[in-house]
């Protein structure tokens, strides 16, 4: 039986995880996370804010580009990160992009009363979608709205949208519980008392609303909410890993304001060593064909103990 986690014993997460993993993990340094690329994993150090969100907004420009009349094409991007959305619409605007065939997938939105959230809900996803970056696109070179495919508390439509056009990439960031979008550790219930569901259980899911691991509602508070938790809601519709293995490249952008040092560090090495356990749901990338990994150096940061 594994051990119960030590922040949620109700919930699988990474402190259920063999202690010589987790020592493995925070004894890397940032040239170790470097040289942990393999095959299907690509691992990227940025020197400079700059250079990152630019690199990361550049994602959306490369997808959008690759759209035709006969093979519409996009991507699926995140709310956290949410620096490179300006840089997409200025991108978009300085050079003249038609994005009519392109399309785009919000990851996730938060659930309230078994309702996604609404446009004017301070923390709505879509909202922040449409104010940083689409709202910001001249009107001419804008994509159709029926090409902006945001999930809702009934993801049926959310589903089929994603037969519409290839993901070029899927974008996003990564939780202090290890997820992509809300693809948080399960609950430790029946029958998953012992042992987290195997990754192939796992990946078996798709678009479909979830409870939050409660270091996923602190995290919320702490980056969006100035740490006023009881304004986080305990519910998301997130995208699934069955949508997930349909995009083309997963990208991961880790600018050090989302997970800490170690856990950083422990994804690397987990997806580079192909280990893969749904306690760390990042985890399972693992078995994704074309994996990168992009980090702001100074972002890394250290695992040692350092007293204030």
């Known amino acids: 039986m594994r051990p119960l986690s030590l922040v949620a014993p109700g919930w699988w997460d990474y402190t259920t995880l063999d202690r010589e993993i987790l020592d493995d993990a925070a004894r890397l340094t940032a040239d170790d996370l470097a040289a942990l690329s393999r095959p299907g994993f690509t691992v990227t150090i940025y020197e400079t804010a ?3 969100y630019l690199a990361e907004a550049l994602e959306y420009i490369n997808a959008w580009r690759q759209a035709t009349p006969d093979q519409p094409a996009g991507i699926c991007g995140p709310i956290g990160p949410t620096e490179q959305l300006p840089l997409v619409a200025q991108l978009v605007n300085a050079l003249d992009i ?5 399309h785009f997938w919000g990851m ?6 078994g309702k996604e959230a609404p446009l004017d809900f301070p923390l709505s996803f879509a909202r922040a979608d449409l104010e940083l970056c689409f709202h910001r696109i001249r009107p001419e070179l804008r994509m159709p709205p029926e090409n902006i495919h945001f999930p809702a508390a009934d993801p049926t439509e959310y589903i089929a949208s994603w037969s519409k056009a290839r993901c070029v990439v899927m974008q996003g960031g990564q939780g202090e519980v290890k997820h992509w979008a809300f693809n948080d550790p399960p609950k430790r219930e029946a029958p998953w008392l012992e042992t987290p569901p195997p990754p192939e259980v796992y990946r078996q899911l798709g678009a479909r609303v979830v409870d939050l691991h409660p270091m996923t509602l602190i995290q919320n508070a702490r980056t969006s909410g100035g740490g006023v938790v009881q304004n986080v809601p305990t519910q998301a519709v997130t995208v699934g890993p069955r949508e997930t293995w349909l995009a083309e490249t997963v990208s991961i952008w880790h600018a050090g304001n989302h997970d800490n040092p170690f856990g950083q560090r422990l994804t690397t090495l987990m997806i580079s ?13 693992a078995d994704h064909p074309n994996v990168r990994f992009n980090f702001l150096r100074r972002g890394i940061g250290v695992c040692d103990v350092e007293m204030h």
């Open 273 to 285: 060593k192909r280990i893969a356990d749904a306690a760390v749901p990042m985890s399972l990338l």
């Open 98 to 102: 038609d994005l009519r065939h392109a």
């Open 108 to 113: 996730d939105e938060w659930v309230i009363d």
């Open 50 to 52: 700059e250079e990152f």
